[in-house]
């Protein structure tokens, strides 16, 4: 039964009837995916910015190469 929901794009499922201490962890673990998500997609912000930097300092240096 469990498996078609996790072949869905199901992650994580409670049966009934539920134990209130189990759906607290889940919660809590659902909710650090979720700060890390966050967090990774900073970090890959700033290495998109600091790829762009790097491309645009090296296209300079090769534009000028070609002036002189």
């Known amino acids: 039964m ?3 929901c996790v072949e869905a ?3 994580d ?3 009934k009837p539920y134990n209130s201490v189990i759906m607290s962890a889940k919660i809590r673990a659902l909710l650090r995916i979720r700060a890390l ?3 990774l997609e900073l970090y890959k912000n700033a290495n998109e910015e600091e790829i762009a930097q790097a491309e645009h300092v090296f296209n300079a240096v090769l534009d000028s190469g070609r002036r002189a």
């Open 2 to 4: 469990l498996a078609p």
């Open 13 to 15: 499922f409670l049966t």
């Open 37 to 39: 998500h966050r967090e």
């Open 9 to 11: 794009g199901g992650d």
